[in-house]
């Protein structure tokens, strides 16, 4: 219980494409809202989509917006980051994070994550 496992990083070009996945052993799946974050060298990290707990309400980051989609598969336990027109600065260590919530609404955007993965690597290049 409590582990999340990030994959589908990798070196891609400018305006290419890929999808994050983070299988997530939280159970029940429909109990936590998720996120996903990154963490640029000698940056913060940063919130980039969240998720509440039934896919109700999704949030972006300004910089993504238009640009990523986050979802839920409930069936597999699996969320996921489909990145589209990538940019270099889209360039960090990706995490997906989950919290537990009472709130059917609630998208925290915030680190205040229980639950985090060890993160995956997306580079963009020019």
């Known amino acids: 219980q409590g582990q999340l496992v990030e994959s589908g990083g990798g070196l891609v070009q400018a305006g290419d494409s890929l999808r994050l996945s983070c299988a997530a052993s939280?159970?029940?799946?429909?109990?936590?809202?998720m996120g996903w974050f990154r963490q640029a060298p000698g940056m913060e990290r940063e919130f980039v989509a969240g998720?509440?707990?039934?896919?109700?309400?999704?949030a972006y980051a300004d910089s993504v917006k238009g640009r990523f989609t986050i979802s839920k598969d409930y069936n597999n336990n699996m969320l996921y980051l489909q990145m589209n027109s990538l940019k270099p600065e889209d360039t960090a260590v990706y995490y997906c994070?989950?919290?537990?919530?009472?709130?059917?609404?609630?998208?925290?955007?915030?680190?205040?994550?229980?639950?985090w993965g060890q993160g995956t690597q997306v580079t963009v290049s020019s």
């Open positions: 994070a989950g919290e537990k919530t009472r709130s059917t609404t609630s998208v925290p955007t915030t680190t205040n994550y229980a639950y």
């Open positions: 939280l159970h029940p799946f429909s109990e936590y809202a």
């Open positions: 998720i509440s707990r039934y896919s109700s309400r999704t």
